[in-house]
């Protein structure tokens, strides 16, 4: 028996109401390019919006003009989407709470996850929303997810309860160390100015 290796999401598809409010939404709020509609191949009486979250992946949106929304907050049943997060920068995030206070959306606030800073609140079909921006960069040639294994590891090392600012710092000097070579057989931290 072997397992099948995933390369990454290829898209998601939310069951959405009207059009319209899709594309208010998915563009007019969160930015996402409009860039594909056409009818649902498994059900006509459905439209198929696509949408580019601005890595070229796909969030999908079945609508039809007979649905209204149902939810205050979607259901969170087992085997059912909690949220969706989607990542912005750090110039991006400092402006979210402002620009969705202009348009009257509740949030969250600032959450400090350690790893990432996260703002939640909900599309207008009661879908929870997440906002994040890591608050570290990778090293070259490497990504965040393989920081956040390492930092992981150094986490259940010290034994504390989840990753930590220092733990991410570690994490991406061990990754550079490992992956770039240098010609001092000592690599250690050192004092210059003593």
Not at 13 to 30: C, K, N
Not at 58 to 82: A, Q, S, Y
Not at 162 to 184: F, G, K, P, T
Request: hydrophobic content about 35%; charged content about 25%; overall charge negative.
């Amino acid at each position: 028996m072997k397992k099948i290796q995933s390369l990454g999401v290829h898209h998601i598809t939310l069951t959405g109401a009207g059009r319209q409010t899709s594309i208010d939404f998915w563009e007019g709020v969160l930015g996402m390019p409009f860039i594909f509609d056409q009818p649902n191949l498994d059900n006509a009486d459905e439209g198929h919006l696509y949408f580019d979250p601005g890595d070229g992946r796909l969030i999908t949106i079945f609508t039809n003009e007979n649905r209204k929304p149902m939810h205050d907050r979607t259901p969170m049943d087992p085997g059912c989407v909690h949220h969706i997060a989607f990542e912005v920068d750090r110039a991006m995030f400092d402006q979210v709470l402002d620009r969705l206070a202009e348009r009257g959306i509740e949030n969250s606030g600032v959450k400090d996850r350690g790893f990432m800073h996260s703002i939640y609140f909900k599309d207008p079909l009661g879908l929870l929303i997440e906002l994040a921006c890591y608050t570290f960069i990778p090293p070259r040639g490497s990504n965040h997810a393989e920081v956040m294994l390492e930092a992981h590891k150094l986490r259940v090392a010290a034994g504390d309860p989840h990753i930590q600012r220092q733990h991410l710092a570690d994490a991406s000097i061990m990754i550079v160390e490992r992956s770039q070579n240098s010609l001092s057989a000592d690599r250690d931290a050192r004092n210059p100015y003593s």
